[in-house]
């Protein structure tokens, strides 16, 4: 369901569930992409990047999936634990010259055990 | 062993007074940023700078100055501070040859509240 308070995108699972979050990126000449994950008070911590020429991305854990067709990317974790409890972010770039990371809405995630 | 560190964490101050955010990193890195994060959690970058010059200026207003001492630091001073400034402001760094591309490492944040 989703979030009133922060009007976030808002995704619960159980612990031990895999969890999908979506993002919908904006410009079709971003060539590399940046899954952040924020926990509550914290700074955005980087969790996995992939570059356009690849479609799939695997760390531990979580898998980065690019569908430049339709411009969008997801994030995949599996076995998803209570620690995963944060809002993620997927972030966007385009390789010409100095250019700015562009960060997407962010989605809740949120882990029951 | 803080690689990006912000000081203060927390900031309450009034309407028109002058703050300044302070940030640091240890990494080495040559880029940094100041980014703001609004009430629903959107995050917005605000400045960048490289090996101590400006390279990136968001439409932001002139009341906010950012400064650079050394490639290590980089400040953010707020003029006639203003309700809606009210957020949390990140600081980060990315290493060298990278310019924006790249890992970004983020600070804790500072909350800064404006009353």
């Known amino acids: 369901g989703e979030s009133v308070g922060l009007h976030l995108p808002t995704l619960s699972v159980q612990e031990g569930d895999n969890s999908i979050i979506n993002c919908a990126y904006s410009?079709?000449?971003?060539?590399?992409f940046i899954w952040y994950k924020q926990e509550s008070g914290k700074g955005p911590q980087f969790i996995i990047d992939i570059r356009s020429n690849m479609d799939k991305r695997q760390g531990q854990r979580v898998t980065v999936l690019l569908n430049k067709t339709v411009k969008h990317l997801s994030l995949q974790i599996a076995a998803t634990q209570p620690g995963d409890s944060a809002v993620y972010f997927c972030a966007e770039n385009i390789d010409s010259g100095y250019s700015t990371l562009t960060f997407g809405k962010g989605t809740m995630l949120l882990v029951s055990p | 062993d803080t690689a990006v560190s912000q000081t203060p964490k927390y900031l309450v101050t009034q309407m028109g007074n002058d703050k300044s955010i302070k940030c640091e990193q240890n990494l080495g890195h040559d880029t940094m940023y100041w980014y703001k994060q609004d009430s629903k959690k959107f995050l917005k970058i605000m400045f960048s700078?490289?090996?101590?010059?400006?390279?990136i200026n968001e439409t932001v207003p002139n009341r906010f100055s950012p400064k650079s001492p050394d490639k290590a630091h980089l400040n953010l001073h707020i003029n006639s501070l203003e309700l809606g400034d009210s957020a949390v402001y990140f600081c980060?760094?990315?290493?060298?040859?990278?310019?924006?591309?790249?890992?970004?490492?983020f600070g804790p944040g500072t909350r800064l509240t404006v009353l």
């Open positions: 700078y490289n090996n101590k010059e400006l390279i």
């Open positions: 980060a760094s990315s290493p060298a040859g990278q310019g924006t591309r790249g890992t970004q490492y």
């Open positions: 410009n079709s000449a971003s060539d590399y």
